[in-house]
């Protein structure tokens, strides 16, 4: 049996909390740390997580502000939107929904948006930064909540060996860039690796980011029982009618050290990361 769960409402807990106080020092000179969401339409995904990124900018004393375009708008005004946004000095951060309509061109959209307001880690300019460990842009909320997970339950990265399954600019890549900078030996399986349980085996530290649900079970874990697995993944199981991520968590639970679980793991973490990022933004802002 797992000796820690790695539940993410303590860690969001704690991230929240000093993004309030660095948010309310903000407000004392003046600058108001703002998230601009921009959105097209009406998913139900887009709107859930919205609700998510609003309780939290409310929880840290960030104001948002809400652009909401109908899903058949022309491309010439979602693109002025979003350069209106740009151009903003109020506006710190975008958190832009995607996928788009079909009549807009999401490439040319990722690559209008400002890397200075890029709090979701998308653009070109962010990923950059994650990969040459520059400091600039911000790194996708997904990978660094896993990140910040691991932290805050003190989970050493420093000469662990490390295995990420998936190899998307979502996740997989960039929480490798990530596990590196914290001078871990990362190895990142795809679905032309041959083998992953085997590499997997030899992993201190295996991260599920492979998008295929309840795909990793006990074969790929070694029979010592010491390894950490932060499962990224999330979807919905019509057969469990449940929630599940990329584990089969009742499986693997029993022969590892430290698990996350799907739900009330990452994700858990995901809107606080991104709501930090707003506040990083607006700091910046100053320099």
Known sequence: MAQIILKGAPAAK???EQTAARAAALREKGVVPTLAILRVGERDDDLSYERGAVKRCEQVGAEVKHVVLDADVSPEVFYKALEDLNNDPSVHGILMFRPLPSQLDGEK???????????????DGSLAGVFTGSGEGFAPC?????????????IELKGKRAVVIGRSLVIGRPVAMMLMQRNATVTICHTRTVDVPSIAREADIIIAASGQMESIGAEYLRESGDQVIVDVGIGWSE??????????????EPRCLVVSPVPGGVGSVTTSVLVKHVVDAAERSLR
Do not use: F, W
């Open 14 to 16: 704690a991230v929240n």
């Open 109 to 123: 959209a990722r690559k209008m948006l400002s890397p200075a307001k890029d709090v979701d880690g998308c653009t």
């Open 142 to 154: 997904t990978a660094q909540a896993a990140i910040e997970l691991l932290d805050h339950y003190g």
């Open 239 to 252: 057969e469990k009618q449940k929630l599940c991520g990329d584990v089969r968590y009742d499986e693997v």
